[in-house]
């Protein structure tokens, strides 16, 4: 399996506050991406990374943020969480032309 | 532009029977297209990739891909389920480009009966 960690792993919080999730790399890929996962929705992408410093939004950004200042860390921050980001988040890593690793996910509960 | 539809959200098939989940493309490029898998609690595990070789795509755990350019399909199949394929499976498109990025069909879930 690639080396992909996310953490917490489980996070329950209550509307308003902020909230940073982590992702981890040990294989050096130089993109990294952040997708939440919701029932019917399939998996939709929220922001990614092309390089340290470099990132671009997805197609469902809004409320998101996000930073990348090593190779290895890719952190999504919920500025003021809502009810509507309790998802499932995953990330995921590739060298670009190739298919996507994914980590464990990360379960946010927004209350 | 690029899009994923998979029909149906549920497909339930007897052990032994064969397997067909379907994909259907919309890309302005050539596309890459990829089936993924997930089981409960889990991340994505990629199942196969096509990558403009060859149309008839072999991935792992028995499952295989046509690629259908006059069908913009890529639908999956496997010859005789096994109750461990019981899981979500997902269909993505990417460009070819450097930057391309993926685009995931909704998923369809897989159950298999004894």
């Known amino acids: 399996d690639a080396g992909i960690t996310q953490s917490p792993r489980h996070k329950v919080t209550e509307t308003g506050t902020p909230v940073t999730l982590r992702c981890h790399q040990t294989?050096?890929?130089?993109?990294m991406y952040w997708y939440r996962q919701d029932p019917g929705h399939g998996l939709r992408l929220i922001h990614y990374?092309?390089?340290?410093?470099?990132?671009d939004k997805g197609e469902v950004s809004d409320g998101y943020s996000v930073s990348r200042s090593k190779t290895e860390d890719f952190l999504l921050t919920l500025e003021s969480a809502t009810s509507s980001q309790t998802s499932v988040y995953f990330c995921?890593?590739?060298?670009?032309?190739?298919?996507?690793?994914f980590g464990p996910g990360t379960r946010l509960t927004v209350l | 532009a690029q899009s994923v539809t998979q029909l149906g959200s549920h497909v339930s098939v007897s052990e032994g029977a064969l397997v067909l989940l379907r994909c259907n493309y919309s890309?302005?490029?050539?596309?890459?297209l990829f089936w993924y898998v997930q089981y409960p609690n889990q991340g994505l595990q990629l199942l196969l990739k096509?990558?403009?070789?060859?149309?008839l795509v072999k991935g792992i755990n028995g499952f295989e891909a046509e690629f259908k350019k006059s069908e913009t399909s890529f639908h999956l199949t496997k010859p005789s389920a096994h109750m461990s394929d019981a899981a979500e499976y997902f269909c993505?498109?990417?460009?070819?480009?450097?930057?391309?990025?993926?685009?995931f069909g909704k998923g369809i879930t897989l159950s298999v009966r004894p």
């Open positions: 995921a890593i590739s060298e670009g032309l190739a298919e996507q690793f």
């Open positions: 294989e050096n890929h130089r993109y």
């Open positions: 990374s092309y390089g340290v410093k470099d990132t």
């Open positions: 890309s302005s490029v050539p596309p890459y």
């Open positions: 096509y990558t403009s070789a060859a149309t």
């Open positions: 993505a498109v990417s460009g070819i480009g450097a930057n391309s990025k993926l685009t």
